[in-house]
Every structure is written in structure tokens, then in C-alpha cells.
């Protein structure tokens, strides 16, 4: 075989592998982040955001219920496009009381627990 068809073919294999390698790092950059929310404290939880650390103003919602009870569970998903899954959290309890937590990291399958 000559040295130019071996140069081509392993350019071609390198651009192949380079290509596959961002694709699949594309993909990883818009996964949502899914994580179970439970409540710890004794006081029903009714709203909780959640905001990327450098953003000055909390984000919608991301409660799925009207009213988390104590000791429940739910499954929260995050679908924001974003890298990582560092958030600061503020949660809002019915009683008004309200709790702040920053730069929680908060990745597919883990669970946050509010007090």
C-alpha cells in the first residue's frame, strides 16, 4: 500500500474518532439532570428553585406537586442544557420560612433532602 493511501486512511480514522468524541460530548452538554427531592423537615414544602450559582435571580419552580409534605419524595428533572449540575437552592416552606443552600451539585440519580 503506499505511504499516501496509510496517510489518508489514518487521517480519515482520526477525523472519524474526532468526530464521534464531540458528537457524544454534545449530547452529554444537553442531558437533563434528574435527581429525587425529598422533604426532611417537618413543615410542607411548597416551592423550590433552583438557579445556576452566577445568576443573580432564582428560576421557576421546579416543584411538581402543590405541596411536598414532610417526608416525601418526588422526582425532580432539570432540563436547562447546561454542563454541570451545580445549583444554588432556595426552598419555601408553608409557614413562610425560607432556606438557601449554594452551589449544591446535584447530578442524574442523586438525591437532595430539604430541613
Known amino acids: 500500500m503506499p505511504i499516501s493511501s496509510v496517510f489518508n486512511t489514518t487521517h480519515y480514522r ?57 417526608n416525601e419524595t418526588i422526582t425532580i428533572t432539570v432540563d436547562d442544557g447546561r454542563e454541570d449540575c451545580l445549583y444554588d437552592i432556595k426552598a419555601v416552606f408553608e409557614d413562610g420560612d425560607e432556606v438557601e443552600h449554594d452551589s449544591v451539585h446535584i447530578c442524574d440519580g442523586e438525591s437532595y433532602v430539604v430541613y
Open 14 to 70: 482520526l477525523a472519524l474518532v474526532t468526530a464521534s468524541l464531540l458528537l457524544s460530548q454534545a449530547a452529554m452538554a444537553g442531558d437533563p439532570v434528574v435527581f429525587s427531592l425529598k422533604n426532611g423537615a417537618a413543615t410542607p414544602l411548597y416551592e423550590l428553585y433552583m438557579s445556576p450559582p452566577q445568576i443573580d435571580d432564582w428560576e421557576e419552580n421546579v416543584i411538581t406537586v402543590e405541596v411536598l409534605q414532610p
